[in-house]
T-cell receptor, first 115, second 117 residues
Framework: DAKTTQPTSMDCAEGRAANLPCNHS???????VYWYRQIHSQGPQYIIH???NNETNEMASLIITEDRKSSTLILPHATLRDTAVYYC????????????????FGKGTKLSVKP | DAGVIQSPRHEVTEMGQEVTLRCKPI?????LFWYRQTMMRGLELLIY????????DSGMPEDRFSAKMPNASFSTLKIQPSEPRDSAVYFC???????????????FGEGSRLTVL
C-alpha cells in the first residue's frame, strides 16, 4: 500500500501558484519524498525529490515539514500544461534490494489548471 | 536522447492469444522496470531488472506473465495466454544508479495500451 495521503483533486487558476499537499506520517528516517506527475496518456514524469531539506528545481519546489510527516509541492506559476495527476511517493534508499527502493504509486491528486 | 522506447503503442488481440510488449531503455541505464496501469488498480510495479538480471518479480500477477532482458538495450513482457482482465497500459521505465548523486529518477516510456477482447 502507498504510504502517502493526497487529496483526490484540486483546481488552480492559470498563472497562480499550485500547492499540492501530501501526508506521510509513517515516513522512516531514511525514506525520501518523491513527486511524479502523469499527463493524460503519457508516462509518469519525475518532478523533484527530497529527504528533509526544502528543494527547488526548474519545475517546482518541495517543502518538507520539520517532522517530515508532510510535504507540499509548489508549482509557482501554473499553466494549462500542468494539468495532470500528481503522485507523492515515499521511498527507501536507492539500493533496489528487495522492495524498499521501489516506487509505489498511490492514487495521486488530479490537478486541473483553469484559464 | 530518444528516451525509453516502447512498442507497440497499441495492441488489440483476442483472448487466448500471445502478446509481446517490447522496451528499449535509455542507453547506459542499468535498471529497468515494468509497470501496469488500470483505472481500478492504478500503477502497479510488475518486475524490475538490474544489469539484465530480474531482481523482484513479486508484482507479476501469475504464470501467464513473463519478462526477459536478454541484453542491456532490450526487454520484453510476454502474456500467454492473454485474458480480457489483462487489458491495461503497460509502462516500461529505466534508471541509472550512480555511486554519487543518486536521484532515483525513473524515466518512463509512453506506454503500450493493450486491449484483450
Amino acid at each position: 500500500d502507498a504510504k502517502t495521503t493526497q487529496p483526490t483533486s484540486m483546481d488552480c487558476a492559470e498563472g497562480r501558484a499550485a500547492n499540492l499537499p501530501c501526508n506521510h506520517s509513517t515516513i522512516s528516517g531514511n525514506e525520501y519524498v518523491y513527486w511524479y506527475r502523469q499527463i493524460h496518456s503519457q508516462g509518469p514524469q519525475y518532478i523533484i525529490h527530497g529527504l528533509k531539506n526544502n528543494e527547488t528545481n526548474e519545475m517546482a519546489s518541495l517543502i518538507i515539514t520539520e517532522d517530515r510527516k508532510s510535504s507540499t509541492l509548489i508549482l509557482p506559476h501554473a499553466t494549462l500544461r500542468d494539468t495532470a495527476v500528481y503522485y507523492c511517493i515515499v521511498r527507501g534508499p536507492i539500493n533496489y534490494g528487495g522492495s524498499q527502493g521501489n516506487l509505489i504509486f498511490g492514487k495521486g491528486t488530479k490537478l486541473s489548471v483553469k484559464p | 536522447d530518444a528516451g525509453v522506447i516502447q512498442s507497440p503503442r497499441h495492441e488489440v488481440t483476442e483472448m487466448g492469444q500471445e502478446v509481446t510488449l517490447r522496451c528499449k531503455p535509455i542507453s547506459g541505464h542499468d535498471y529497468l522496470f515494468w509497470y501496469r496501469q488500470t483505472m481500478m488498480r492504478g500503477l502497479e510495479l510488475l518486475i524490475y531488472f538490474n544489469n539484465n538480471v530480474p531482481i523482484d518479480d513479486s508484482g507479476m500477477p501469475e504464470d501467464r506473465f513473463s519478462a526477459k532482458m536478454p541484453n542491456a538495450s532490450f526487454s520484453t513482457l510476454k502474456i500467454q495466454p492473454s485474458e480480457p482482465r489483462d487489458s491495461a497500459v503497460y509502462f516500461c521505465a529505466s534508471s541509472f544508479s550512480s555511486l554519487a548523486g543518486r536521484t532515483g529518477e525513473l524515466f518512463f516510456g509512453e506506454g503500450s495500451r493493450l486491449t484483450v477482447l
